[in-house]
């Protein structure tokens, strides 16, 4: 089963994944479609906030992350990772559970990069935004490094994110039942 998906004049096929017994979702995955990429980076461009830096959770939004950082002409962008690395010093931390992901993970940023962050404007973006749980985590990195949110951008709200006000996003993804019907 698959559901067509219009993203901002650009269609796609998005096959439908089971999440539970009864509910299904679009896999929206960017890598490797660099039409769509630039795409949706350069409509976001178009309805985002000032900002002075971009962030993204690793790993799904780093080539829309890349891509929007390229195009608005940005020096410096941030990722929040998924675990710490060596190069790491003195990292901020939280906890985070996404509709995709079966357990907890952390977002972790260091040290050196929140110094950067600190005092700054920060747009959040991500490729799909559902329960809001990575974004409320990367709200949650973002003040700890001691910069503001000065947006909230996805390319799909999916399911009752549609209705969130404080997030700017290219199109609705709806849920869907195992039959592939939409949910109500």
Known sequence: MTYE???????????????????????????????????????LLKRAPEY???IAPEAK?????????????A????????????????????????????????LVLDAADAALMKGKR????DD??????SLHAMEE???KAGATVAGKMAILAEGDARYREDI?????LPLFNADGTIKS
Do not use: N, W
Not at 61 to 73: D, K, N, T, W
């Open 128 to 133: 799909v935004i559902s329960t809001g749980e």
């Open 5 to 43: 998906m219009d993203i901002a004049g650009l269609k796609r096929q998005l096959p439908l994944c089971p999440i539970s017994k009864d509910t299904y979702i679009g896999s929206f995955v960017i890598f490797g479609d660099v039409e769509l990429t630039v795409h949706c980076a350069a409509e």
């Open 168 to 172: 700017i996003s290219l199109a609705h």
């Open 52 to 54: 002075d830096y971009l």
């Open 141 to 143: 990195l973002v003040r």
């Open 61 to 73: 939004s780093i080539p829309l992350l890349y891509e929007m950082a390229r195009q608005s002409g």
């Open 122 to 125: 920060m747009l959040i973006i």
């Open 75 to 106: 020096e410096k962008y941030f990722l929040a990772r998924k675990g710490v690395k060596a190069y790491m010093t003195g990292v901020f931390e939280v906890e985070v559970r996404s509709i995709t992901t079966m357990s907890v993970q952390k």
